[in-house]
């Protein structure tokens, strides 16, 4: 779908309209039908489709509910916008012209709006989901519609990495994807690298797996940077559960425990066109959590690259692991702050459904920050506590920690553990989307599958 900006509406198959809730429409024709006949109220949400017989220079037209005048923001821009996408692949039109009567500064979120709703993952379908042709706004600026277009396709690359089949994304393949991003510096280092760093804890988790560790490490450098951050994303291509296998029914969505990295290979691509004046550092230790004879086993003690030891108490509390030795490496690097985020906890999910992320970390500010920055874009992030007593049942008898406990408190536990290998002065927060990265079914503007989660949060936070 391409979307354009224009100055004048000329004929279409299609005009956008909006009607606030208690006023009319700027167009006559819809007041008539609408208002005086049919009594659609405007409410945020609502569509309604008229055909114009010829009587304007469209086909017909949509009207789009907006809700009260004095509600309306940003995100019901977007969320409004993705309802009128949605009824237009519906009705399988090819054009259209939105011509909203509201101020000029809306463009960035109708496009990303646009973007979302028009997302289908439909690669291995033989018959292709419908999609609009062309979509154009009037009044936006070329500049904001430009901006959603860089954050629309980000999430699109994104959510394809995420719904891909673990077959298919290998550790192999997302450090091809990474080694494939223009203007930023990559690195991969392979399994006698990952050795050599005394990455412990990472090694482990991978050695089950047929298809071998890959730690990828991405760098974008702005003009003058003014601050250096690192982003880590978990990247397990599958996680079976490892020898402490997952049943059936919760290993089925586990292709898409790599949504984190796939969040930082959309933000790292996505940087480069919005050029920030930052060091911002995309790191992913990718890798697989298989049962085989090489497997690591219940009870092994792993040595992290900080020097901790980790007495395995379950195989499939393993993205912490991972994260163990990327945390450490992040922190080497000399960066202001660290940010990860990660399919970390089934207890996240169970705490905050899939409506919000989990959000934990050592200084107070960052946290706060990317809060109120995931309000603005859209997705929900909330502090979960990292009260000390959580690590209480991590504690081992034979190392300096086990990596789970208890099952209660399981996304706090899974930060107080990931604290164990940040360095005090640096800045870091850890974002669990275990919930909201994968929808079983539908929910607002996404579709079920990947969503994206963290790329609109993590770009508004590099860029702004
Ligand atoms: N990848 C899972 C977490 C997860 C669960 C993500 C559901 C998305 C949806 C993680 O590696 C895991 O298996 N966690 C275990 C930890 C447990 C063994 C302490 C969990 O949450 O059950
Ligand atoms: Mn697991
Ligand atoms: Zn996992």
């Known amino acids: 779908m391409e979307i354009k900006t224009v100055q ?45 017989l010829g009587k304007i220079s469209a086909d017909k037209i949509l009207v789009v509910g907006f809700g009260k005048r004095e509600e309306f923001d940003h995100n019901k821009m977007r969320e409004a916008v993705a309802k009128a996408i949605k009824k237009l692949n519906q009705i399988k039109a090819k054009k259209a012209i939105f011509d909203f009567d509201v101020n000029c500064d809306y463009g960035k979120s109708a496009t990303l709006g646009a973007m979302i709703a028009d997302y289908a993952y439909d690669k291995y379908k033989s018959e292709k989901v419908h999609h609009l042709d062309e979509i154009s706004f009037t009044k936006f600026s070329e500049e904001d519609v430009e901006e959603g277009k860089i954050f629309g396709e980000a999430m699109k690359f994104t959510r394809d990495l995420a719904n891909t089949p673990a077959q298919i994304a290998t550790p192999a393949k997302l450090a091809e994807i990474a080694q494939n991003i223009e203007g930023v510096e990559t690195r991969i280092f392979e399994k006698p690298e990952i050795e050599r760093m005394g990455m ?18 991405m760098k974008y450098t702005g003009l003058n940077p003014k601050k250096r951050i690192a982003i880590i994303g978990k990247g397990i291509c599958f996680d079976s559960g490892g020898l402490d296998l997952k049943p059936a029914a919760s290993m089925l969505t586990m292709k898409d425990d790599m949504s984190g990295a796939s969040c930082v290979l959309g933000v790292m691509q996505a940087l480069t066109k919005l050029k920030p004046e930052l060091e911002v550092h995309g790191i992913i230790a990718a890798c697989e959590n298989m049962p085989s004879g090489a497997s690591y086993k219940p009870g092994d003690i792993l040595t992290a690259k900080n020097g901790k030891t980790i007495e395995v108490d379950n195989t499939d509390a393993e993205g912490r692991l991972t994260l163990a030795d990327a945390l450490c490496y992040a922190c080497e690097l000399g960066v202001d702050e660290v940010i990860d985020i990660a399919t970390l906890t089934g207890a996240c999910m169970v705490a905050l459904g899939t409506v919000a992320s989990g959000i934990m970390g050592n200084s107070e500010e960052l946290i706060s920050k990317l809060i109120s920055t995931a309000k603005d874009s859209g997705e929900i992030y909330w502090q979960m506590p990292m009260f000390k007593e959580y690590f209480d049942s991590l504690k081992s008898d034979i190392a300096d920690m086990k990596n789970t406990g208890s099952r209660y408190g399981g996304a706090s536990a899974a930060g107080l553990f990931l604290k164990e290998f940040v360095t005090d002065n640096v800045k870091w927060a850890h974002i669990d989307i275990a919930g909201t990265a994968y929808l079983e079914k539908p929910q607002k503007e996404f579709i079920a599958g990947a969503t994206g989660a963290g790329v609109r949060t993590l770009l508004n936070y590099l860029s702004k």
């Open 8 to 52: 004048n509406i000329d004929s279409t198959e299609v005009l956008v309209i909006n009607k606030f809730e208690g006023e009319k429409t700027s167009q006559e024709l819809v007041n008539t039908f609408v208002v005086e006949k049919d009594n659609f109220e405007g409410k945020f949400g609502q569509t309604y489709l008229i055909h114009t």
């Open 200 to 217: 412990g804890a990472y090694l482990a988790v991978g050695q089950g797996s047929v298809n071998p560790p890959k730690f990828i490490h």
